[in-house]
């Protein structure tokens, strides 16, 4: 059984620029949440997605979007970058929302 | 609206003593509740959750919690405590309202002193 995975492990942007964060969820999983957890706090949950539609929405700006593929990997892309965006971004995946979550190791993006 | 308050940001205990890490929730619609923990450089790995069955959860590595409606609360805790437990413990509230929201506390960070 395949974990769930995250690409890539580090990336530097700089401010304005736009990023796309990939995961391959968990087998057998069908929906694939996305958290920002900032240096020395918790996770922020961004939205996660459900057979391919968006069921849940954190507090943030509609410049973070997301996709899920028919296979239930996902993106997460992050317009106009700034400063503030730079943070690990974190994926889970789990069988059905509302479920428990297993978490990727992670992205680290840093926004020059 | 849901909302989830870990009341210690860090919790020192001696290797072999009791461990509790305290977590108090709020949520509009019947909570799931979870623990995990997040060992330095690594993910997150879920100890327990409760799902609205058994209100005593046991989890991996010894841990257990026990989800009391009346005081709101979900508290993390371990008879012993060992070094390989130091690391920073995160108390989860999710719950839908057609939509699913999963909350994450502040963090807790555990250090067991030898």
């Known amino acids: 059984e395949t974990g769930v995975t995250q690409s890539p492990t580090h990336l530097i942007k700089t401010r304005g620029q736009q990023v796309t964060l990939r995961c391959s969820s968990q087998s057998g999983h069908n929906t694939v949440s996305w958290y920002q957890q900032a240096l020395g706090q918790g996770p922020q949950f961004i939205f996660q997605y459900y057979r391919e539609e968006e069921n849940g929405r954190g507090n943030f700006p509609p410049r973070f979007s997301g996709l899920q593929f028919p296979n239930y990997s996902s993106e997460l892309n992050v317009n106009a970058l700034e400063l503030d965006d730079s943070a690990l971004y974190l994926c889970a995946s789990s069988w059905n929302y509302g479920g428990e979550q297993y978490f990727g190791p992670g992205t680290r993006l840093t926004v020059t | 609206a849901q909302s989830v308050t870990q009341l210690d940001s860090h919790v020192s205990v001696s290797e072999g003593t009791p461990v509790l890490l305290r977590c108090n929730y709020s949520s509009s619609y019947s909570p799931s509740l979870f623990w995990y923990v997040q060992h330095p450089n690594k993910g997150l790995q879920l100890l327990l959750k409760y799902t609205s069955a058994a209100t005593l959860v046991k989890g991996i590595n010894g841990f257990e919690a026990e989800f009391k409606k009346s005081e709101t609360s979900f508290h993390l805790t371990k008879p012993s405590a060992h070094m390989s437990d130091a690391a920073e413990y995160f108390c989860?509230?999710?719950?839908?309202?057609?939509?699913?929201?999963?909350?994450f506390g502040t963090g807790t960070r555990l250090k067991v002193l030898a």
């Open positions: 989860v509230v999710s719950a839908s309202s057609g939509t699913y929201k999963y909350i």
